[in-house]
């Protein structure tokens, strides 16, 4: 009798199922619409922000500082027609701009200040006294000269390391042949044209190169292991933030479900928010401890800041403990606005605001704003993009925005933190109403 109570099964196309048909197929089109919707906005984000890389190369400032004041100088006009030649021509290349020795004190070190303080990605200094030099290695034949004595490039590749190798050292590499294509002609011409110049006692390396550029990199990005702590493994810290939620989610609930009496909601949100911060300490302890491991420095003493060092923490030995402090802020600041979606949307929905969250962090916190167009400003003040730029204060020693990089992801976590309870009563709004 029980069997035939049961329902048989049908074929697909059975009448039976016409309206069941119907609405399975609106619903799977909907969904699959927002889908793809959502792949197209959310997805373009990430690709946007290389969109006008190669129109926004100017943005990538150059400074040009000539410094060989003598007379008869050679080597500082070549320099600067060079790059003021660049920089009027249509080529989308670096932005070129000659600056006055008078705009530093007259002082080359300040230039380095200038780049390390990243008011510019490079400068080009033309040392003092660079066309005497070379007219000396004529006169008197020494072997002490050094072509590569005339000029500097000055650059600080940990700022990012990507833009550096991508665009701005092939960028000076072509500057410098291209120096030398136009300077080694007029300077062999010079010296025939010279009736006193002996060339047979000349210095060779003073007739060809002649001059060469000392490339100078204040915080160069040397240890590939510190690769992850300062991008892709950044995602994972996203990441391990989310899923906080659904592995806590069902220990939480058991203060308001089973054969107890519920514990009240104000008490319940302190203790999911008070919780969850202190799981972000030990999972960012943990987080942290993978760089540790794998030798990623930090016990190196600071340097000063025109002088290059290669990876000089920026709070010596205690620099770990600030590395972790930044990953506990920085995990509470990805974190927390997740916990408020996935009581907002629930779940699969909130695994949307997931690929939202990485893609449009990621898009600002791993490559360069500058060259993005303008409508990723708001960049500056995502999360990642303050964790990366801390990041690199600690591991290289670059210029210190530290403490506005902790002020916003507190900002972060404080707006998170006021938006919990306005969250809660979403979800309960919605389970109430069976949604």
């Known amino acids: 009798m029980a069997a035939s109570d049961e329902k048989s099964a049908v074929s697909f196309f059975d009448p039976a199922l016409a309206q069941t048909r119907r609405r399975v197929f609106l619903q799977w089109a909907r969904t699959v619409l927002m889908l793809c919707v959502f792949i197209l906005c959310v997805l373009s984000l990430y690709w946007a922000v290389q969109y006008r890389v190669e129109a926004n190369l100017p943005a990538l400032k150059v400074w040009v500082v000539d410094f060989d004041d003598s007379p008869d100088a050679l080597v500082g006009p070549a320099v600067t027609d060079l790059a003021e030649e660049i920089a009027s021509s249509s080529t989308q290349t670096l932005g070129y701009e000659v600056k006055s020795p008078a705009d530093f004190r007259n002082h080359p070190m300040a230039v380095r200040q200038a780049v390390y303080d990243e008011h510019c990605y490079a400068a080009i200094i033309v040392n003092a006294n660079a066309t005497s030099a070379l007219r000396d290695a004529i006169t008197t034949g020494s072997d002490a000269y050094q072509p590569s004595g005339a000029a500097q490039f000055i650059t600080l590749s940990a700022r990012d ?29 010079s010296l025939v044209a010279d009736q006193t110049a002996n060339l047979s006692r000349a210095a060779p390396q003073a007739l060809n190169p002649a001059i060469a550029f000392e490339p100078v990199d ?22 391990i933030a989310f899923f906080n939620t659904p592995f806590l989610m069902p220990i939480h609930a058991q203060f308001i479900k089973g054969d107890h009496p519920p514990l009240k909601t104000p008490q319940w949100l302190l203790w999911r928010i008070l919780s969850n911060f202190v799981a972000y300490f030990f999972l960012s302890l943990f987080y942290s401890f993978v760089s540790l491991a794998f030798h990623i420095p930090f016990s190196h003493s600071p340097s000063p800041d025109t002088v290059s060092a290669d990876s000089p923490n920026a709070y010596g030995s205690g620099s770990f403990v600030v590395f972790w402090m930044l990953n506990w802020v920085g995990m509470s600041a990805l974190g927390l606005p997740c916990e408020n979606m996935a009581m907002i949307l629930g779940f699969p929905w909130s695994s ?14 791993f490559y360069a704003l500058d060259l993005a167009p303008g409508f990723f400003r708001w960049g500056y003040a995502w999360p990642l993009h303050r964790i990366v730029e801390a990041l690199r204060t600690i591991l290289f020693g670059t210029h210190s925005r530290i403490g506005l990089d902790f002020g916003v992801l507190f900002a972060w976590v404080g707006v998170s933190v006021l938006f919990f309870p306005f969250a809660w009563s979403i979800m309960s709004w919605k389970m109430k109403r069976g949604w």
């Not at 050292?169 to 007029?186: K, V, Y």
């Not at 040397?222 to 892709?232: F, K, L, Y």
């Not at 949307?352 to 916190?365: E, K, Q």
């Open 161 to 189: 390391q990507t833009t550096y190798s991508s665009y701005i050292i092939p960028a000076l590499n072509s500057f410098e042949l291209q120096l030398r294509s136009q300077f080694g002609p007029r300077w062999i011409t």
């Open 218 to 239: 204040l915080r160069p990005f040397s240890r590939a292991v510190s690769t992850p702590a300062v991008t892709i493994g950044l995602i994972y810290l996203i990441i």
């Open 352 to 365: 949307l605001f997931l690929i939202f969250w990485v893609i449009t962090n990621v898009a600002t916190g």
